[in-house]
């Protein structure tokens, strides 16, 4: 169990989407992951928001859409010092601000922004609530990572608004299928510390499919979890394959296509 209290600045530190049906998200997370997601009592000030638990601890957020043509999918956030300043940065970088920063009653501060290539992520300046409380293990959020069509753009960009530097390496396959691929994992300013990943889908994706950040989430078993988001209805984009880093599948939510995310294996330690 990996319980925590705070993070470090430049370290995603919650995850969040808004969803057409939210009972219906909610049934669905909480089978595949085992999440419980109970109305709060400051729900209704909030638009409706939730927090997803697991074992009582805060490991996700989930809310209604909040306005027509608002797309459901998953939000990143990082922990920043400075909520202002950072947006600033983001600004001078060529980051298209989206909204914010704003004040979230007593809990933080947020904003949410866009990279030069369109990919969006949220900012969290903590105040009561530093973000989830529990990571890296079944059922909980273990990596963020940027799909994007320009990473020397992306590195420039968040090197500026964050700090972050890069390590680029070959990705390969434990069971030798296609590859390797370049993976370029971002690393915390202070302490070099792999915080998040970046591929380019240029080629990969569909044109269509516009740059994102991707949220990975835990799970006991890869393969029984993909089996039981194709019972639900939800579709496989990609595997189950297995990296060093562990078997993980990229699979959608069975009410909205859009709505990506990946369960990840994690090796035995």
Avoid at 219 to 245: H, L, N, Q, S, Y
Wanted: with cysteine.
């Amino acid at each position: 169990m990996s319980k925590v209290t705070s993070y470090q600045p430049g370290t995603p530190c919650w995850v969040d989407m808004a969803a057409a049906d939210l009972l219906d998200s909610t049934s669905f997370y909480g089978d595949l992951l085992g999440w419980e997601v109970p109305e709060l009592p400051n729900s209704a000030e909030m638009g409706g928001y939730r927090r997803a638990q697991l074992d009582g601890d805060d490991v996700a957020g989930m809310m209604p859409i909040q306005q027509e043509g608002q797309p459901q999918v998953w939000s990143t956030y990082v922990a920043v010092a400075d909520a202002d300043a950072t947006v600033e940065k983001a600004r001078q970088a060529g980051g298209n601000v989206i909204f914010g920063p704003m004040k979230v009653m007593d809990l933080g501060k947020m904003a949410m922004f866009s990279d030069p290539d369109g990919a969006v992520i949220g900012i969290w300046e903590p105040g009561t609530f530093a973000g989830a409380t529990r990571v890296n293990e079944a059922g909980a959020l273990c990596w963020n990572e940027l799909a994007t069509r320009d990473p020397d753009a992306a590195k420039a960009f968040y090197n500026a608004v964050f700090g972050w530097t890069t390590r680029e390496f070959d990705l390969q396959r434990a069971d030798g299928g296609p590859g390797p691929a370049k993976y370029v994992e971002f690393l915390r300013a202070d302490d070099g510390h792999d915080i998040g990943g970046m591929m380019d889908v240029r080629g990969v994706l569909p044109d269509e499919v516009p740059s994102h950040w991707l949220v990975y989430f835990g799970v006991e078993d890869a393969d029984a979890a993909v089996e039981k988001v194709k019972a639900a209805g939800g579709d496989v984009r990609f595997g189950p394959v297995t990296i060093e880093a562990g078997r993980f599948a990229v699979v959608t939510e069975p009410s909205s296509p859009m709505t990506a995310f990946a369960v990840i294996q994690l090796p035995e330690s």
